[in-house]
């Protein structure tokens, strides 16, 4: 299926504390996988996918208390980076590698979604929309950049470096040659946006995207 056609789909239901992005994406993962989690913070979105769905679960951070975090947990998770060290790692070595509200603070997007796609056999990744109209109303009304649940941070002190949009990863995924076999939207309270929506209205009225992709 293209990314011009992709459909919105809301697989399972919330369970838990767990966050909505992380329940969306581990409903995507099969049973008994293989899923290398990148950028995995406290490891909550690993302990989901061992929990629920019963996967090999390893995972890569950058930040040393994150690791730790997760080896306190029993998890697999090593300290690395993912612009810099997934070539590392060989062909197909997952069935899924996931890449979670990490996107726009990588610095090289599309390397990272290319080596993804590499050594996984399909990609997940979630990322804020930066396009969303409360956004737009904010630096065209105050002239600032937005402060809110999406986007925590001052600009002066954002780990995000890339302001990616709906639009921008749609773009991307055409032109890295990537099949989009998933596309979940969720608008500002956090419900899925209908089945067929065309993508420049994901773009002003979705708040968070959860894609996932294949070769």
Known sequence: MGAGTALNELPGTPRGNARQDLLLVADLVDHNSRVLDLGCGDGALLRLLADTRGVDARGLE???????????????????????????????????????????????????????????????????????????????????????????????????????????????????DAKLERAIVLDRVGAPMRNGTPAWVWNIWGEQAVFMLRR
Request: hydrophobic share 45%; glycine share 6%.
């Open 62 to 176: 950058l930040s040393q208390r994150g690791v730790n975090d997760c080896v306190a947990k029993g998890l697999s998770v090593i300290q690395g980076d993912a612009d810099t060290d997934l070539a590392d790692y060989p062909d197909d070595a997952f069935d899924y590698v996931i890449l979670s509200q990490t996107l726009q603070a990588t610095r090289n997007p599309r390397t990272v979604l290319e080596q993804m796609l590499r050594i996984g056999r399909r990609a997940i990744v979630s990322f804020p929309n930066f396009a969303h109209w409360t956004i737009r109303l904010e630096i065209a009304l105050r002239g600032r950049m937005p402060v809110n649940e999406t986007m925590p941070f001052a600009w002066y002190e954002t780990p995000n470096i890339h302001f990616c949009t709906i639009s921008d990863f749609l773009l991307l995924v055409g032109r890295i």
